[in-house]
């Protein structure tokens, strides 16, 4: 009996990925746990293994194919000596399911970005609603039209049933399209406020030498989230200068007494501790916004910031403020590195109740880091550096470093958030309490 290998969900908020790559072939025989793909979903890439046991009867899906939505059907599993059944093409990859037959699924790309031409139709609205049904167009392709300028008309489709898809349009040059403009002058400008407010614009090379890149599902996600927590959370920036010399000197022992079992703390570590206790000792601020609701934590869970080469990901210390900085840090460069390679299981990345983000490495001195919601704070770190400062009351020379928390005001008050970055200094300035 054949069975339907389908898109899996690898995450809780999955609802599209590319199918990178396929680690099997046609014809090959698989068990359950085999290795059948890597699947990029929008904060990692993945490996997908295999539930049933059976012979790969056919890929429905080609590796490197993108917007495939969960669910979608990429290959047919079948017993050994069995055939694949003369049906198997029905159940289609990804664009024929977001395709499926004219009218249903048009009206629903309409809203997000109608081909221009309808704009101009104004006075007569059902006539241009019509007009765009004729040309058939997966939802992709007519919002990249869309934001393009691109005459859909002009496009021949190669998808099924010759709908255009969006490979049809990767050759076709923005605004080049006489057809559109033609129909009225005015339609392109009249067509751009309507477009929502975190929708990306055409490009505009203006003829200067460059090349395209195309953006992987998390620089997307990236983009997509970090517009919206910008627009719509209110952020209150607070930032307080610590000296860090007692902390610099602790770190420094604890690692001359670690060196034996190989745990080597880095500042970073201690600084995970740090917040983490600061959202328990001040737990107005260990919490999430949630419309008519707030949610309360009685656990500190810190996502912390980690660059990879398609973007930045935020593995998770949960409970950290109740493990040992031994712990944290074993636990942090593990995390860390197989965030570098891609290994991340979702739930070690999805969740936290605040975030940090440390470039005091790269030599920053001091930033406002973006919320990452849910959350209703980050924590952003700066470089230690000397600099001059009043210890005991004299002039002298100290390490410092400029540590700046973003709140969601909806949520936390500036007075509470301020206690925070007042618990936050106190615990760097008197380590001792981070291993108490």
Not at 148 to 166: C, E, F, H, Q, Y
Request: net charge negative; proline share 8%; aromatic share 2%.
């Amino acid at each position: 009996m054949a069975i339907n290998i389908q898109m899996p969900a690898l995450s809780p908020t999955m609802e599209e990925g590319t199918l990178a790559k396929w680690l099997v072939k046609e014809g090959d025989t698989v068990s359950s746990g085999d290795l059948l793909a890597e699947i990029e979903t929008d904060k990692a890439t993945m490996e997908f293994e295999a539930v049933d046991e059976g012979v790969i009867g056919k890929i429905m899906v080609p590796e490197g194919t993108d917007n495939v939505k969960v669910g979608t059907v990429i290959a047919v599993l079948v017993e050994d000596g069995e055939s694949v059944p003369a049906d198997a093409g029905a159940a289609a990859p990804a664009p024929p399911r977001a395709d499926t037959p004219a009218a249903k699924p048009e009206p629903a790309s309409t809203p997000k970005a109608e081909p221009e031409v309808a704009k101009a139709s104004a006075p007569a609205p059902a006539a241009p609603a019509a007009s765009g049904d004729r040309v058939k167009a997966s939802p992709l392709a007519r919002r990249i039209a869309a934001q393009g300028g691109i005459d859909l008309s002009a496009i021949a489709g190669t998808g099924p049933n010759g709908r255009i898809v969006k490979a049809d349009l990767e050759g076709a040059k923005p605004g080049a399209t006489a057809p559109q403009s033609a129909a009225t002058p005015a339609a392109a400008p009249a067509a751009a406020p309507a477009a929502p407010a975190h929708a990306p614009v055409a490009a505009q090379d203006f003829g200067i030498p460059h090349e395209v890149e195309k953006l992987s599902n998390m620089r997307k996600t990236i983009a997509r989230r970090l517009t919206e927590s910008k627009q719509q959370v209110p952020h209150i920036y607070l930032t307080v200068d610590v000296r860090l010399d007692a902390l610099l000197k602790l770190r420094g022992e604890l690692n001359a007494a670690l060196a034996a079992s190989g745990v080597k703390l880095s500042v970073n570590d201690l600084l995970i501790k740090a917040l983490a206790k600061s959202l328990l000792a001040v737990p107005k601020c260990n919490v999430q916004f949630a419309g008519d609701q707030l949610l309360k934590f009685s656990r500190a869970d810190i996502s912390v910031a980690v660059s990879i080469p398609a973007g930045l990901i935020t593995p998770i210390i949960t409970d950290a403020g109740g493990k040992s900085v031994s712990t944290i840090s074993t636990q942090m460069k593990d995390l860390a590195a197989r965030a570098k390679d891609g290994k991340l299981k979702p739930e070690e990345f999805t969740g936290g109740t605040a975030s940090l983000s440390n470039m005091g490495m790269m030599g920053i001195k001091q930033f406002e880091a973006v919320i990452n919601p849910p959350q209703a704070m980050i924590m952003a770190i700066g470089a230690g550096e000397k600099r001059p400062y009043i210890v005991d009351d004299a002039l002298g020379i100290a390490t410092v470093m400029s540590a700046t928390g973003s709140f969601d005001h909806r949520a936390i008050d500036g007075a509470d958030g301020a206690e925070l970055m007042k618990v936050f200094k106190e615990l760097v300035e008197a380590p001792l309490g981070l291993v108490a």
